[in-house]
């Protein structure tokens, strides 16, 4: 496979030992989990990207999945920056040609890191060249550390790169770091170690239609359980089919009415239509205020008011605030 030179060659995705695996043998590996695919993935990912083209060669992220976290404690929750689908969009718009997930499973988990180099990274997909951040481990108990692959990269042939840690303003650049900005609502450092505004994406389900009562009409998704974003209002960019809207959403369990399960509703600003059963893209951009509880519905509609401008004015501030997604 040739490396991509265009936007419109298509994102080859390659699931194990599946049929399009032979268009990424002989690639350039970026190797992590990449949830979030923040500035510290990308770096990674840049290196990767750089290698193959200088050799001729694809340009490929080899990822997990499920998460391994998620594999070892199942029972534990796990707040995932990205899902497979949105991380496997945020890849496909990096530059990279494709994408190889491998299945997470007992087999993989128990394959010592000198087999997992011997019958996956050379016997499978005879890569050209890996690239790796400086503390990513893998094999049976974490046993392969970086210096491990490059000895084995020079003893095998194939060419490793080791990218090292990554810190903004004496911040570290890693998925932890993320989610603890999204847990404490602050969004916008979540979309500075990011390198663009924290999106979720879900289809839009029937309420109950209390919004359009109140004159705020919403799209309401139901987030991964394991969701720990703070709870709370928002200014957010939407994208519904091929336009960007901008709006107010709200996070939480509408104290006022029924105080139930967390729901995301969206109210989109000059935005008239029906989206139910479709997909969109929420990107956060600002927080605004803690949800609370109201009175009477009057109060509450004046807050929504009050929660709208104050969004306009956020969002205008943030106009280009998106992330690149691409197709898969």
């Not at 209002?233 to 139930?260: C, E, H, M, Q, W």
């Amino acid at each position: 496979m040739a490396p991509r030179t265009t936007q419109e060659t298509r994102f080859v995705v390659v699931r194990d030992e599946g049929p399009q695996a032979e268009a990424l043998r002989g690639a350039v590996v970026a190797i992590g989990n990449f949830d979030g695919v923040h500035r510290g993935h990308r770096a990674v990912i840049a290196a990767a990207t750089k290698r193959a083209r200088a050799l001729g060669k694809p340009a490929a992220a080899l990822t997990l999945e499920p998460h391994p976290r998620k594999f070892f404690r199942p029972a534990d929750p796990l707040f995932r920056l990205t899902g497979e689908a949105e991380k496997l969009r945020l890849l496909s718009a990096s530059g990279l040609d494709g994408a190889i997930v491998l299945t997470f499973n007992a087999a993989l988990a128990g394959l010592h890191a000198e087999d997992f180099v011997e019958r996956i990274l050379v016997g499978r997909f005879a890569i050209s060249g890996a690239v790796i951040g400086f503390d990513f481990h893998f094999g049976k108990d974490r046993g392969g550390s970086p210096q491990f692959l490059a000895t084995e990269g020079a003893k095998r042939g194939f060419a490793v790169d080791i990218v090292p840690a990554l810190e903004d303003e004496g911040r570290p650049v890693s998925s932890g770091t993320v989610r603890a900005a999204l847990v404490a609502g602050r969004v916008v450092e979540a979309a500075e170690l990011l390198g663009f505004p924290w999106f979720v994406s879900g289809a839009v389900l029937h309420g109950d239609k209390r919004g359009r009562d109140l004159g705020y009409p919403t799209a309401n998704l139901q987030l991964d359980p394991d969701c720990d974003l703070k709870q709370g209002i928002y200014a957010v960019r939407v994208r519904a089919g091929d336009k960007l809207y901008g709006g107010v959403a709200s996070f939480g369990r509408r104290p006022t009415f029924d105080n139930g399960a967390p729901l995301l509703e969206v109210f989109l600003f000059d935005f008239t239509g029906d989206l139910y059963g479709q997909t969109i893209d929420v990107a956060f951009i600002a927080w605004i205020r803690h949800e609370e509880k109201f009175e009477n519905v009057e109060a509450l509609i004046a807050q929504m008011d009050a929660d709208s401008a104050r969004a306009r004015e956020e969002l205008a501030r943030a106009p280009d605030a998106f992330p690149a997604l691409g197709e898969i």
